[in-house]
């Protein structure tokens, strides 16, 4: 029986599944016992996602105001913010697909990636690169999560997980490439040569997409980055910092000559809570957490001083447009039920605070 209980060593909420989930096992006779137990590990993760989504609770939403953007009836349960020097935002959305760019503080919204568009499914991680041109997108089948999402242009499914390299001016598509094995493409980091880090929450893995490259390598593949990565971002140290969004887990992956080293947990001064959205700030980060806030984060060593900023509704991502400090308030915790039909669907919303 799933209950919800209280793990009094951490400090942190955590779930009780009671029985393991169900999971896919291929005969053994077709593959080794650890490829089979690799493979039961993974597909064990989607269920635990979606439970753990489930039992997100979300603080009222705030009332609109100059720092709120209401997002389109096309755009709900938005996933991922990323903006550009001018102040323009785009935004996805895993519940519809597709990519909104937002201009004018909020004036302006017009497509930029039509749900469906080059076989997209649910859009999860953003991640604009005005040197290069480009606008990262990791489409999802996010069926595992029950929802559907859109289907191809052409009216096709396309399974699996894959990230799409977008013009930043036209949007049109550069490139798509699929994530290999049980995967859900969820957020990114760039580093200075210009190579793409992904997350994959049902896999304790981070990918790696060189410049130039037709597939993705596995960067870091660690048990202690099971539950659920999430958010991911270059620290000033030049070392990779992830969290983990069913674990409430803050880690740093050293990183020498380009080169994986030692995974680190790092001791938070209080218990993460479904975090999310990790990105660079000044010399530390800025992190939401599904339950509401919205943290400065700052590493000292192997511990993490959190500085709240916000309280959000279900906050997923964040990012930082001139003056301003954008949020998408993704709500994941309603999603199970709106795909349910069991209760209407909320408005979703982009809302602000002022930078320091």
Known sequence: ??????????????????????????????????????????????????????????????ADGPGAIQ????????????????????????????VIRITGQGAVTTPFLKPGEHGTRSTFGLLADEERGTLWVASNDATMLGVKGPTGTQGALVEG????????ATGALKRSVQLPGKALA?????????????TNTVAPQILRLKPGAEAFDVFVENEALRK??????????GNLYVNTFMGGELFRVDIAD?????VTQLATSRSLKFPDGLRPYKDGFLMVEGSGALSRVTVSGDRVGLEP???????????????????AEGQLGLLSEVAKGGRETPSFHLRSVGVD
């Open 186 to 198: 969820n957020d990114f980091a760039l580093d200075k040569q210009g190579a793409l880090y992904v």
């Open 161 to 168: 997980a894959w990230v799409m390299a977008l013009d930043l």
């Open 71 to 98: 997002l389109p009836d096309t755009s709900r349960f938005p996933e991922s913010v990323t903006s550009i020097s001018d102040g323009t935002l785009f935004v996805s959305s895993i519940a519809d697909g597709g």
């Open 228 to 237: 659920g990565l999430d958010g991911i971002a270059f620290g000033t140290d």
């Open 1 to 62: 029986m799933k209950r919800l209980t209280q793990d009094h060593e951490r400090g942190q909420d955590r779930l009780d599944l009671g029985a393991r989930p169900a999971t896919i096992r291929v005969p053994a006779s077709r593959r080794s016992r650890s490829e089979e137990a690799d493979g039961v590990r993974r597909v064990a993760a989607l269920p635990v996602l979606s439970i753990a989504l489930a039992w997100l609770s979300l603080p009222a939403a705030a």
């Open 258 to 262: 380009g080169t994986a080293g030692k």
């Open 309 to 327: 900023i916000g309280q959000f509704a279900g906050p997923t991502g964040m990012t930082v447009a001139g003056n301003r400090i954008w949020v």
